[in-house]
């Protein structure tokens, strides 16, 4: 089926392992939004098609097996609109290495992208110091999102936060990243 839409956004999901980035794919998948699964070459998308003021088709990238695409990842990361880092709130190492994926995207990513912090596993006992992540997010200017993605029924929150923090619906353009070919470097469409 064609589905029409007025804009394409790119978004990458970064985190620890286990923090739940394959289940908010998953989760995503079985919710009444239209979704499509491709597989491209190996790599994994998550196609949602979401409708705020305009028709928005969200291709979310579960980044589990970057390794093996290294050339692939780079590429595509500085084609990115907006980057989700997730953290499970009970599990302290994953909110620790926050600051690690911050420092990853703005390496590896396109600069323009904003960064949105997801805390995850909310049906679980809390164990971090949200008092600290807010003031992190805060001084980062990072928007702070806090969810369970197994328990909540309702993606909207997250889904409208993503669409007020485009660079495009902020400056009312898309920036285009620069960038450099490289070797066994691939363009994802
Ligand atoms: P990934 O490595 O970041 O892709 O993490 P997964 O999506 O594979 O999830 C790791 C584990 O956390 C799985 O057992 C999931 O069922 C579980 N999980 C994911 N989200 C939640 C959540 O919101 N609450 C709870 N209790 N478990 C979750
Ligand atoms: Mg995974």
Redesign the pocket.
Known sequence: MDIMYDETVKIILL??????????CNVLKKKEFNYNYHSTIGVDFHTIYYKKNKKYRIQVW?T?GQEKFRSLVSCYFKKTDLIII?FDINDIQSYNDIIYWREFANIHANPHSPIILLG?????VERADMEKIRNYADMQKMPLHIM????NKNFDDLLNLIIDNLPFNIMGKKEEPVITPQKGCCVIQ
Do not use: E, H, I, P
Not at 148 to 151: D, E, G, L, Q
């Open positions: 985190g620890n392992v286990s923090v739940g980035k394959t289940t908010f579960d589990a997730m995850n596993k909310t049906d679980l369970s993605v197994k328990t």
